[in-house]
T-cell receptor
Framework: GDSVTQMEGPVTLSEEAFLTINCTYT??????LFWYVQYPGEGLQLLLKATKADDKGSNKGFEATYRKETTSFHLEKGSVQVSDSAVYFCALSDNAGNMLTFGGGTRLMVKP | SQTIHQWPATLVQPVGSPLSLECTVE??????LYWYRQAAGRGLQLLFYSVGIGQISSEVPQNLSASRPQDRQFILSSKKLLLSDSGFYLC????????????FGAGSRLTVL
């Protein structure tokens, strides 16, 4: 079945550091890929998405590129802020779009 | 615009007691609805999803059940809670066709003592 693997956290960075959170997936066909963010005590919010190979999703300074050849969708941000501290989830949607499969989440802590 | 509501936000229940978590969506018709669980320090586990009234698909055999008595209402239940049922429960919805983006509720934190 479909699966998503994320780097384990926590990831601890200083403010203005460069961020990469790795995500790889296993799926049949051509899934859509997502990054969701969960701030403390809240539900998940969609951060960005990409629906086909080589698409780049971007939002709030974060970006991720759908790489079919490496089955990856790594999340990057050039300069993180304390307010970016949260748990980040990579996910994929099956071809029918009925279900999202999530990775285990990566906790990011940004220190001032 | 569409909104999703979950309640209660927090719940502390003794082992063996029943559970009912409710989720409603406003501003759309015939949404796909989902229940996920997030155990402490772990990822998201899909528990149930529904593509229509009375249609429930279970992803994981467990102590829980789900029902969809109305188009925009999704209920998560248990007759007898276990300690292992503790966690953060998230309801989500998406349009039944087109964009496959899930929108989540704020979550319900359940502690079973």
């Amino acid at each position: 079945g479909d699966s998503v693997t994320q780097m384990e956290g926590p990831v601890t960075l200083s403010e203005e550091a460069f961020l990469t959170i790795n995500c790889t997936y296993t799926a049949t066909g051509y899934p859509s890929l997502f990054w969701y963010v969960q701030y403390p005590g809240e539900g998940l919010q969609l951060l960005l998405k990409a629906t086909k190979a080589d698409d780049k999703g971007s939002n709030k300074g974060f970006e991720a590129t759908y790489r079919k050849e490496t089955t990856s969708f790594h999340l990057e941000k050039g300069s993180v802020q304390v307010s970016d501290s949260a748990v980040y989830f990579c996910a994929l949607s099956d071809n029918a779009g009925n279900m999202l499969t999530f990775g285990g989440g990566t906790r990011l802590m940004v220190k001032p | 615009s569409q909104t999703i509501h979950q309640w209660p936000a927090t719940l502390v229940q003794p082992v063996g007691s029943p559970l009912s978590l409710e989720c409603t969506v406003e501003g759309t018709s015939n949404p796909n609805l989902y229940w996920y669980r997030q155990a402490a320090g772990r990822g998201l586990q899909l528990l149930f999803y529904s593509v229509g009234i009375g249609q429930i698909s279970s992803e994981v055999p467990q102590n829980l059940s789900a029902s969809r008595p109305q188009d925009r209402q999704f209920i998560l239940s248990s007759k007898k809670l276990l300690l292992s049922d503790s966690g953060f429960y998230l309801c989500a919805w998406r349009f039944s066709a087109g964009a496959n983006v899930l929108t989540f509720g704020a979550g319900s934190r359940l502690t079973v003592l």
